[in-house]
């Protein structure tokens, strides 16, 4: 069974940082592309940044300049760090991934249980 499962999650004060992480784990042949996704209270969900295996990004626009993603393939890790957090990002923050469980066929999709940031002014 794959499993994706965040951490690093938080309090922080407006204005500081925190990492988010996602690892991948179980029996699967390859990692595709990778999200980070939160929800605020009251709002739907939002893509907050995109990574491709080839490490080819795509971030929202509320974070950009704040927050980087990026991956380790060789960990089956995702990261996002986040910078000069304000307490609009307070949210749940899930993983996202798109994985092959073999060498045909499609990717399946899979989330995370999701991290909880809290950030206060």
């Known amino acids: 069974q794959v499993h994706l499962v965040e951490s690093g999650g938080g309090l922080v004060q407006a204005g500081g940082s925190l990492r988010l992480s996602c690892l991948a784990s179980?029996?699967?042949?390859?990692?595709?592309?990778m999200a980070w996704y939160r929800q605020a209270p009251g709002k739907q969900r939002e893509l907050v940044a995109d990574?491709?295996?080839?490490?080819?990004?795509n971030i929202a626009e509320s974070v950009k300049g704040r927050f980087t993603i990026s991956r380790d393939n060789a960990k089956n890790t995702m990261y996002l760090q986040m910078n000069s957090l304000e307490p609009e990002d307070t949210a749940v923050y899930s993983c996202?991934?798109?994985?092959?469980?073999?060498?045909?066929?499609?990717?399946?999709?899979?989330w995370g249980q999701g991290t909880r940031v809290t950030v206060s002014s």
């Open positions: 996202f991934a798109q994985i092959y469980t073999s060498e045909l066929g499609s990717p399946s999709l899979y």
């Open positions: 179980g029996p699967f042949f390859e990692i595709d592309t």
């Open positions: 990574i491709t295996s080839g490490s080819t990004t």
